[in-house]
């Protein structure tokens, strides 16, 4: 996640780019294999079971691609304390920014936010993975990162950030956010 800051704006860019061009990379590989019974001289000469291998490599490959690039999140949040205002556009990899299927934007009240969460996870290995949660009154919460992250001391540097520009305290995991002011 990357954070820009002036004097009185806060904006968290979380980009998936390297996800969304790593799906990519299996969306080519697997239309690219998938196009072998199309083009290839040598496709007649295959046993029924090299077809069947093609065809499962190019559709598993496509598919994972299609996966990965679906459904990983970008979100930008924009926090500006001269208008008092939080915006977040929370979008997909084949959605554009604004107006489209796919695309979310949330707007709310900076005086609305209570706490910045750091929410705990593990990865396929067991590893600790880390996201940021903003809550806001009446129990609403905004994901500030799309995907969980390794690297907890840099999450919470991260985090720390937006709570001081914020102007909240810390809060203790567990704790349940106060909507009291």
């Known amino acids: 996640m990357r954070i820009i800051e002036t004097d009185s704006r806060l904006i968290l860019r979380d980009i998936p780019g390297g996800l969304w061009v790593f799906g990519l990379v299996f969306v080519a590989s697997g239309s690219f294999v998938l196009s072998v019974p199309f083009f290839s001289s040598e496709w007649r000469g295959f046993e029924l079971w090299q077809r069947l291998a093609v065809i499962a490599?190019?559709?598993?490959?496509?598919?994972?691609?299609?996966?990965?690039?679906?459904?990983?999140?970008?979100?930008?949040?924009?926090?500006?304390?001269?208008?008092r205002r939080g915006s977040q556009c929370v979008r997909r990899f084949w959605s554009r920014w604004k107006g489209a299927h796919g695309s979310e934007r949330t707007e709310f009240a900076l005086d609305d936010a209570r706490a910045v969460e750091i929410v705990h996870s593990k990865d396929s290995d067991g590893d600790p993975m880390y996201q940021l949660r903003l809550w806001l009154a009446g129990s609403e919460s905004l994901w500030l990162q799309g995907q969980a992250v390794h690297g907890e001391k840099r999450v919470r540097e991260q985090a720390?950030?937006?709570?001081?520009?914020?102007?909240?305290?810390?809060?203790?995991p567990g704790a349940p956010a106060s909507d009291e002011p």
């Open 160 to 172: 720390e950030r937006v709570r001081q520009f914020l102007g909240l305290d810390v809060w203790a």
């Open 57 to 83: 490599i190019g559709a598993s490959h496509l598919a994972g691609g299609l996966f990965m690039t679906g459904r990983t999140r970008a979100t930008v949040t924009e926090l500006d304390r001269a208008t």
